[in-house]
């Protein structure tokens, strides 16, 4: 294959629409969404679309031209994944159902097509250990939501090959993302590892009682959170020096949370009900309103961020 065309997206939940949809800004691509039972996928996809044209990004006639080039399959898994290049799953996020699909998919898929796994947090490896080729096999970590988050982290497993790391991360960057190499198949992968070493920090500084969860909040929205866009941990080390890195790691890093486990004001909360925005209390409280604000705030943030309007 010299490049991938033709993908086929395997379950259309919140994920699968919105991957769909990233891969219809560029017309190089037919794109297929399979489910196994029938969904309003197309009206999502749509609706998301709609959403972009109401900002100025997209018009009317582009909106029709993507949606003409998405295929909707329920639940036959038929010539289109025959001519497959490319399928990306984003089934549920349960070992077994993704390794015997994989395993399905071998026998009705070309020999060189790639299968990619859109696994949060499960080992690429283990997913793929059903498959006869495990080399076609590799992780595309996409963050939601998938048509607004650059980053997709596209994970080799021992098994994969060059080849199929770069016709992956080609078509990635054509359908307008930003894919990294992960050249190791580890639990987090790249950027939740870095994510949650600051959650549990921020969590500990809340359990020592060093904040408030509000203030734990502000300190990261209006310091390095503004700057961390344009400037990222490793070249702000290299900004400072790396001797200044080294002066503060040796004095700062043995006070920082270092626990291999849960915090216990988790699990203290989990038994209380709080259980976030779904109870409308977790650290903080939630009304219906301030929910409705926070995801209204967050995608109308990633529009400006990455359309700039
Ligand atoms: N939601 C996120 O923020 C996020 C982010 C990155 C990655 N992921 C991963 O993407 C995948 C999908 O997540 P989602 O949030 O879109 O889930 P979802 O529940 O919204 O959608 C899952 C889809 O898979 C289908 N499905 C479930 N079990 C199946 C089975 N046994 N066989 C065939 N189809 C089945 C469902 O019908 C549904 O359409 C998971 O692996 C998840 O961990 C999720």
Redesign the pocket.
């Known amino acids: 294959m010299e490049k991938v065309k033709n993908v086929v997206i395997c ?6 629409n919105m991957i769909a949809l990233a891969f219809s800004s560029c017309p190089d691509f037919n794109i297929t969404v399979w ?3 029938e ?1 309003p996928c197309k009206e999502v996809i749509k609706a998301n679309l709609e959403q972009l044209r109401d900002k100025g990004i997209l018009d009317d006639a582009e909106i029709e031209e993507r949606l003409s080039r998405i295929a909707f399959v329920f639940p036959d898994k038929g010539k289109e994944f025959a001519e497959a290049d490319l399928i990306i799953e ?4 349960v070992m077994e ?1 993704k390794q015997d ?1 994989f395993a399905e998919l071998e026998g009705i898929t070309r020999e060189d097509c790639i299968f990619a796994t ?3 947090v499960m080992s690429p490896t283990e997913i793929a250990s059903k498959c006869v080729h495990k080399e076609r096999v590799v992780g595309t ?4 939501p998938g048509h607004l988050i650059p980053l997709v982290e596209v994970v080799k497993t021992a098994d994969t090959t060059e080849e199929v790391m770069q016709l992956t991360m080609d078509a990635l960057t054509r359908a307008g993302k930003k894919p990294i190499y992960c050249k190791k198949d580890v639990p987090g992968f790249v950027a939740n590892r870095m994510q949650h070493a600051l959650w549990r920090e921020a969590i500990s500084i809340v359990e020592q009682g060093i904040a408030d969860p509000e203030t734990v909040d502000d300190a990261v929205k209006y310091s390095f959170g503004l700057r961390l866009p344009q400037l990222a941990p490793i070249e702000n080390s290299d900004m400072v020096g790396t001797q200044l890195t080294w002066n503060i790691h040796s004095y700062v890093l043995k006070y920082l949370a270092d626990n291999h486990e849960p915090s216990p004001i988790l699990k203290k909360m989990l038994d209380e009900g709080k259980m976030g925005f779904s109870s409308g209390e977790g650290f903080m409280k939630w009304t219906p309103e301030a929910i409705d604000k926070s995801k209204k705030d967050l995608n109308e943030y990633l529009i400006k961020m990455v359309y700039g309007k």
């Open positions: 379950g259309a939940g919140m994920m699968g489910n196994r039972r969904k984003c089934v549920a996020e159902t699909l859109n696994t949060s970590h996409f963050w939601n």
